[in-house]
């Protein structure tokens, strides 16, 4: 244990040299903060950039509360999940090119403390930089459209953060088995847009997928419950959670016995 948090705290003095503690969170804060403000201006800015006739009348709603909410994630879905896999894609590799890895490993330290403490420690600086952006989407969205409901919300931006950790810990798991850490990031987030493109054209037979987490944080933000086989979706997406951390950890060991002994 007193390994595990030595090895948690190095991983927060990189992230604080390295600026990442800084530019991930102010990046999501941005994001969070521009859905609902350009929700609010949106119709007001095409009125005056319409060119519309004389006497014309363009009406654009301003989209409900929850809808904002929604677009929020669905940002970070896109741009949010790209910053995060690159600020995790060199976790494992990057130090094991660097020499970093193996002199950590000379120490008594186990695979498993040295992956559980990099996953434990990416996991909790996205889920509060997604939480800081989040934050950022509802106060504006109470104080520009409407007020948002509490419980929806905290239950929809839980399930988010899930779907996050299945991608951080693909990008680990990749990380601990490539060399290199663009493949990493490339790996991870080709399979994200796969499995985004599979679970979106073919729900009926992908609703097993993590890939559908977002379709039911959705559903869960604007009707107030998830879709269906959402027990299944879940149930899967955790094991595959615990299976690719196991898996980082099997990986890494592996990988610094053969260097231990090539």
């Known amino acids: 244990m007193k390994t595990g948090w030595v090895l948690f705290r190095k991983e927060w003095l990189d992230f604080r040299r390295s600026y990442k503690a800084v530019w991930v ?34 009406q654009i709603p301003v989209p409900q509360p929850m809808e904002v909410m929604a677009g929020t994630l669905s940002n970070f879905s896109s741009v949010g999940l790209l910053v995060l896999v690159l600020a995790a894609m ?8 660097s020499g970093a890895a193996e002199l950590v490993m000379a120490k008594p330290v186990s695979a498993a403390a040295y992956i559980v403490s990099k996953w434990l420690a990416y996991v909790l600086l996205s889920a509060g930089s997604l939480l800081l952006g989040y934050l950022g989407a509802w106060y504006y969205t109470d104080q520009l459209i409407g007020p948002v409901d509490a ?3 905290f239950a929809a931006f839980g399930l988010y953060a899930l779907w996050v950790s299945v991608y951080l810990s693909l990008t680990l798991l990749l990380s601990a088995g490539l060399r290199s850490a663009a493949a990493s990031a490339a790996g ?8 985004g493109i599979l679970s979106g054209s073919l729900p ?20 107030g419950a998830p879709g269906g086989s959402f027990g299944l979706c879940l149930g899967v997406s955790i094991g595959l959670l615990l299976l690719m951390t ?17």
């Open 204 to 223: 009926k037979w992908f609703g097993w997928s993590p890939g559908r987490l977002t379709a039911h944080v959705r559903e869960l933000l604007l009707t």
């Open 25 to 58: 969170p102010l990046v999501f804060l941005v994001l969070g903060i521009s859905q609902p403000v350009s929700s609010y201006l949106l119709p007001d800015l095409l009125k005056s950039a319409g060119n519309l006739p004389e006497g014309s009348i363009m």
């Open 90 to 97: 060199s976790a494992v590799a990057g130090e094991r090119t």
């Open 151 to 153: 419980g929806r919300a």
């Open 188 to 195: 991870a987030l080709g399979a994200a847009a796969l499995l």
């Open 246 to 262: 196991a898996g980082a950890v099997w990986l890494f060991r592996r990988n610094s016995y053969t260097a231990a002994n090539g």
